[in-house]
């Protein structure tokens, strides 16, 4: 007979051992969502893609992640996540391959849409990690597996590195390399948790159901969907912007992005631990408060104020310096990433039998929006002829969340005094 003890120093060893597998093969899967963003501008010239094209090729690996998330969970609850994260990573492999030989639009839009199983990796992989985690120690876990999508940031880097060396192509040849070295890892020192497969698989549908509509979990992940796939949109969108505000050569500005992208992707490790210790509400309100300071900044545009003097007009130019913005657009990915890491803690650790299905969910919502954002930032960056209209409208969009997550704890903690009360 095992000890409690000896048993919690036995799931101690096995997630020393597939975290960073799992952490691994997300990096991968999430530099998959946005390999096109700057692979695209290579191939845009040279099969002559028009703006339409060009934007569903960007938007196919988020839309298929979407798509196949909760799917991908229900599958993991099922029949096992480690099958599921298997087969992904296969998949995404399999994708890599066909870009090394794809030459036309149509080959190169089916290799996007298979990029899509980064999704159900994360949904597989969000449930390994916590069958083998322990409650107490669960936001920082999870920051650690989310910090995975600092893979997105990798590509930035990877692609123009590859192709000033050899060429675009370089980048799925390594991709593919380190897939089958976590693939042939994972099949070598992991296996199956079978009693958390069992109960998962036993759970009627009714009943997940149930619990999406109870409480406060249905709001949460959409919490959750606004800051992930504003995170996400502004990933794809910053390289542009930085590139035209500046007037920068796209290289430059894909690195730029990469600022934003890599340290909030990191920083849902500290919103995770922080959230450990002094409980996700707190955590995620004042991570979005400070989202908006800094999106209120960013949205200003440039201008000139003109003012009528005692000799003349006298005219003020204001705009944000290169170094200021870069600033501020690291001080909004860390404070997005705080937000995600806490966000994502509380609805896992109040659905932790679930947890593959509400990973699905949380992915559904973050994909969803992250298609819609970069096309309304099209339109209205047409519309206004604004470039910081981005910010504006993620401005307005988290301050709508931020005051119905208020308001939601507010009710919240109404409901616990009155219990308390009976």
């Not at 009693?195 to 036993?202: D, F, G, M, Q």
């Not at 910053?238 to 505000?245: E, G, T, V, W, Y």
Request: proline share 4%; glycine share 10%.
């Amino acid at each position: 007979m095992h000890t409690q003890q000896e048993r919690d120093d036995d799931r101690f060893a096995s997630l020393a051992i597939i975290l960073p597998l799992a952490v691994t093969g997300f990096v991968i899967a999430a530099g998959c969502w946005t390999l096109f963003a700057v692979v695209g501008v290579h191939l845009r010239g040279e099969l002559a893609l028009t703006s339409l094209q060009f934007g569903v090729l960007l938007a196919a690996p988020m839309a298929v992640s979407a798509l196949l998330a909760i799917p991908a969970g229900l599958a993991a609850q099922r029949y096992g996540a480690r099958s599921v994260m298997l087969w992904c990573l296969i998949g995404l492999a399999v994708c890599m391959v066909v870009l090394l030989v794809a030459d036309s639009f149509a080959v190169y839009l089916l290799a996007a849409s298979g990029l899509g199983l980064a999704g159900g990796f994360y949904s597989a992989g969000l449930q390994f990690i916590t069958s083998h985690c322990e409650a107490r120690h669960m936001g920082l876990v999870l920051g650690i597996f989310g910090a995975g999508v600092t893979g997105a940031g990798f590509t930035y880097y990877l692609v123009p590195l590859f192709h000033s060396a050899f060429s675009w192509q370089g980048v799925p040849l390594a991709y593919l390399v380190v897939l089958l070295l976590v693939i042939a890892l994972l099949v070598m020192v992991t296996d199956d948790d079978p009693s958390n497969r069992e109960a998962s698989a036993n759970a009627p549908p009714q009943r997940l159901l149930q619990l999406l509509r109870k409480g406060r979990t249905l709001p949460l992940c959409l919490y959750f969907g606004v800051v992930a796939g504003s995170f996400f949109a502004l990933a794809l969108w910053l390289p542009d912007f930085l590139s035209a505000q500046f007037r920068l050569q796209l290289g430059a500005g894909a690195s730029l992005a990469q600022w934003f992208v890599i340290p909030g992707a990191l920083s849902q490790i500290a919103g995770g631990g922080l959230s450990d210790h002094f409980g996700s509400a707190r955590v995620a309100a004042r991570s979005l408060a400070v989202c908006l300071l800094a999106l209120g900044v960013l949205s200003y545009p440039p201008m000139t104020l003109f003012i009528k003097g005692v000799e003349g007009v006298i005219a003020i130019e204001f705009a944000l310096p290169l170094a200021v913005e870069a600033v501020l657009v690291v001080v909004l990915g860390v404070a997005m990433g705080c937000a995600m890491g806490s966000l994502q803690r509380m609805v896992i650790l109040a659905n932790r039998a679930e947890a593959a299905l509400f990973a699905g969910f949380l992915l559904v919502a973050a994909c969803s929006v992250a298609f819609v954002l970069p096309v309304l930032f099209g339109a209205v960056n047409q519309w206004l002829g604004i470039r910081t209209a981005v910010f504006m409208i993620l401005f307005l969009l988290l301050s709508a969340s931020l005051l119905l997550f208020a308001r939601d704890l507010r009710r919240e903690e109404r409901l616990t005094l009155l219990r308390g009360a009976e």
